[in-house]
């Protein structure tokens, strides 16, 4: 149900197929009332013998979530016998299935069979997410993924026409976090919002996306590859090993300018004076790529800056060899860290200012994106 909530929210227009399983457990006017349209249920109920035909001509893609056992190898032997397995074999859209069952029933042979056959003949089958399952079952893969996962496989069937398919992209997100002690480190208040959201809204535009995340607030995309780091050294080496082969290279995490020049093997013990912390520099990421970069690359950074804003990011434009810069302020109501809105100029390498009103990072990071397959449709 969350799932038609957010397709309907999404400006979707949704038409719910109930099986007569899915109606032992909601019934359909809980449907009608979150997408406000009527709700199918009966391949032969009078007046709706031709339903299967219309339903499936109108149907950009078809999401059945959540997808038996059952219906997975009904649908992978072409049986028609219900109203949703006759709008499968009627139609020619996309096909998203979402399977969710026992863990036994999952890895049985004939489930995998059946997987296997229904995705040659070109449906996309999610792999079940890992989670409890029914009272004394356990834990294990069967859980239907979450709703926001399911939403992001749908944008990415519909998605098309974009320049970002197939291309190679690195998104780092989040802050970093410099050791002072075993249990104390130098940070900053960055969530990874918004590089999770340029992560996610790329992949569903088709890119073949790596997440490299620091610390972050929020859950990480399990529909994306991400590499875990925690120090600025490790984000370092993680953009290296990815870099030489990426198309796009976004760089929207906060990695720490300073770390302390010498981490205590122990606990620095609370003394009525304050210990004495000498730091050092961090290795600046983005101009460490600059030699390492691949040929026509688009290369993507972040400042965020709480005085002399243009002048400081025109100076990073440069001095980092980008070919967009997005500046926002620190201090500004809506903007900057641990937000889910931001306000941000974007400047390019012709020096261009493009001031922008506030709104979510969501969209801002659908926006980011247009300029990037601009600069990639240009070279």
Known sequence: MWLARLLTQAGAEVDVVMTRGAREFVGPITFEAVTGRPVHTDIFGPGHALDHIRLAREANVIVVAPAT???????AHGLADDL?????????????????????????????????????LGYEILEPAEGPLAV??????????????????????LES??????KRIIVTAGATREPIDPVRFISNHSSGKMGVALARAA??????????????????????????????EEMSRAVAEKLPTA?????????????????????????????????????????????????????????????????????????KDLDLVVLNDAKESGA??????????VIGRNGKHEELELMSKTDLAELLLDRVEEELRGR
Do not use: Y
């Not at 056992?69 to 649908?75: N, Q």
């Not at 026409?161 to 197939?166: A, D, F, N, P």
């Not at 900057?336 to 100029?345: K, L």
């Open 69 to 75: 056992a059952d219906f997975v190898g009904r649908a």
């Open 161 to 166: 026409g974009t320049s970002l398919k197939g």
């Open 84 to 120: 949703l397995a006759a709008i499968l074999l009627a139609g020619e859209s996309k096909v998203l299935l979402v399977p969710a069952m026992n863990d036994r029933m999952w890895s049985h042979a004939q489930t995998r069979r059946n997987v296997a056959q229904a995705r040659s």
């Open 136 to 157: 004394g079952e356990g834990s294990g893969p069967g859980r239907m993924p979450e709703p926001e996962e399911i939403m992001s496989h749908i944008g990415r069937l």
């Open 247 to 319: 198309d796009v290279l976004i760089m929207a995490a906060a990695p720490a300018d300073f770390r302390p020049a010498v981490q205590a093997s122990e606990k620095i013990k609370k003394l009525r004076s304050a210990p004495k912390l000498e730091l050092e520099p961090t290795e600046d990421i983005l101009e460490s790529t600059i030699s390492k970069r691949k040929k026509k690359s688009v290369i993507v950074g972040f400042a965020l800056e709480t005085t002399d804003g243009i002048k400081n990011a025109k100076e990073k434009l440069k001095s």
């Open 336 to 345: 900057g860290f641990g937000v889910d809105t931001n306000r941000v100029t």
């Open 203 to 232: 992949w569903r535009r088709g890119g073949d996306v790596t997440l490299i995340a620091g610390h972050v607030d929020i859950p990480i995309p399990t529909e994306i590859p991400t590499l875990s780091t925690s120090t600025v």
